[in-house]
């Protein structure tokens, strides 16, 4: 079992930067693929950025390629998200999933295993 809880979200002006965090528990966290998925009012949940168990193989969504970066620390059991030249299409409500399947994390369906409660992304133009 692992519980996910996100935080780091908020109100950031166009251009700007926030770094979200994905807190783990559960004792398989390190052994688990990780990612980010954000859901905006009225559309469909998408795939944003994903890290294998590893660490070592990311990817991102070509929406979000060279302005997100996601990474993870083993020891604090936490997956980040760096958001950098933030742009008025990217306020959503952010999700932190888990999965022990690259595959499952790096697609909206089937979905991953786990969830966080996700974290409001509000930036203005």
């Known amino acids: 079992q692992v519980q996910l809880v996100e935080s780091g979200g908020g109100l950031v002006q166009a251009g700007g930067s926030l770094r979200l965090s994905c807190a783990a528990s559960g004792r398989t966290f390190s052994s688990y693929a990780m990612g980010w998925f954000r859901q905006a009012p009225g559309k469909e949940r998408e795939f944003v950025a994903a890290i294998s168990w590893s660490g070592g193989t990311t990817r991102y969504a070509d929406s979000v390629k060279d302005r997100f970066t996601i990474s993870r620390d083993k020891v604090k059991n936490t997956v980040y998200l760096q958001m950098n030249t933030l742009k008025a299409e990217d306020t959503a409500v952010y999700y932190c999933?888990?999965?022990?399947?690259?595959?499952?994390?790096?697609?909206?369906?089937?979905?991953?295993?786990?969830w966080g409660q996700g974290t409001q992304v509000t930036v203005s133009s």
């Open positions: 999933a888990a999965d022990p399947l690259w595959s499952r994390i790096v697609v909206v369906t089937p979905a991953p295993r786990y």
